[in-house]
């Protein structure tokens, strides 16, 4: 028989995993939100029903997919007190999607252990309209049983699907790649800045990249939004700090010194310093743009 | 009739631009270098000639190419006065593929066209192998009438040929890919480099790369390189630092504040400071991986 599935956290990706595993077929059973009309609206959509009550979500769920914000957000949902998750959780799987510090993944997985459950580490590597599509990038960890058990699941919301290894594992490759991916964004913003700067014909520049050594991900997927501003969010400037924040934590644990990660997370944090964190990634290029500087901008 | 062409500067690059180009059916009649070995070894090679005075290299060619390592090379070889390639150079074509100063290449297609020569600006962004057969990335500037003239030629060299503008623009776009590529190359020794602290697979780390948002052409290049330390040098870490160094000088003439290529140049500054500037630019991760660190190595 099909698991039921409970989804907390319905955000935009927490919502297109919740829509897809509905369309191939699964009962979402269970939504649990901190915004309470976020909850209703997809409950309608859905056919599904929201609680208020995270325990009541447990309660209603065989798997339980949280997508939250924060490791705040994480700590709360799994609190070892008071409402949790981890209320009646014996037996449960959870599906723990959040992009948050590995340490706290470790420490709530050792919470659900202890409440009798078992956790999936499973950090997503790709954006929204791959969560709606079924074809998201996962990246998994922890317990190897619990993977294979709901392997199903994960396959109806994947297109690649990798266990990379025990407690804390797979999101410190999350980190990395989040890392890696910001710095990418943050050289393209300073080459197209100047290339600005300088007169260059930029959709010239950016072909001219993506034949040679200077060619990336980030530039097929922001190159165009940087030089036309089109900065409407698929990952947020905001999420961008954080993540990179993450990957320098561990970095700063293990005494290395990262300077190009540090700089890039000093950027973000500037464009959240500035009021621009709810712009996509690609916004980062409104810092190295000299016609986009605010002192340069008509009063 | 085929232009007879000279070469001037025939380290690596030079010295397989001449080879394809004689392979291809092309007259290389005059080949030039500091180093006097070198010039005699190719000339025999090819059954050129090679010469010890500059004048002697234009009097003996229609079309010099020129690939020479920095600035102060680029102004000697077009001197104003003694030994210099400008000498009787009336009518002739001067093909400078050096990665120098965009201003450099402004100037010496100055004094080019005062001596009733004309330059074509021809920067190559690929590598050894690539100019060895033929398939080098050029972008090319500064005299359209004589880039069109000589246009059999670069095609010969050339898997994509691309005109950018007037002079120094094609100069300027490389110290942009170049700046770029070093940042993503800088960016992934710190991935590979946290990963590895962290105890990660990185041949898995870099797959999982490859998938998402951290990919990058330097991944594909560099990132085995990194993690097998193997720094055979395609690129230097010297000419990294250099060419970053020629697009923060850009950066700085604008009033642009790119921290990312500034970190990138600092690293490799610091490389070529601990000696190992002649590593290839994946070298970089020799600073990012913990147990890679002299403090940490056994005396």
Known sequence: MNKRIGVVG????????????????????????????RVAE??????????????????????IITVVTD???????????GDSLLSGARGKIFVNCATVTPAVHVEVAERAAAAGA???????????????????????????????????ILEKMSVSLKFVGGPGK????????????????????????????????LTTLREVFSQTGANSRVLETDGEDMQKRDHEAYFSAEHAAKDS??????????????????ATKAQYDELVKRGLGQLDKSGISELTFKSRQPARQPA
Chains 1, 2 share one sequence.
């Open 170 to 201: 797979a999101a410190q490759v999350k980190a990395l790649i989040n890392m890696l991916m910001n710095i990418n964004t943050a050289g393209l913003a300073e080459a197209l800045g100047l290339g600005d700067a300088l007169g260059l014909d």
């Open 42 to 63: 997809l409950a309608g959509e859905l056919g599904s029903k929201g609680y208020s009550k995270l325990a009541d979500v447990t309660a209603n769920s065989d798997v």
């Open 10 to 37: 319905i955000g935009r990706m927490g919502a297109n995993i919740a829509r897809r595993l509905r369309d191939v077929g699964y009962e979402v059973t269970a939504l649990y939100d901190v915004a309470a009309d």
């Open 245 to 262: 924040g993450i990957a320098l934590q561990l970095a700063n644990d293990e005494g290395l010194d990262l300077p190009l990660a540090a």
């Open 71 to 81: 490791d705040s957000a994480m700590r709360t949902i799994f609190a070892t007190g």
């Open 118 to 152: 078992r956790t999936v580490e499973t950090l997503m590597a790709s954006s929204i309209p791959q969560a709606r599509d079924g074809k998201l990038y996962l990246i998994c960890g922890n317990d190897r049983s619990a993977f294979d058990e709901i392997k199903p």
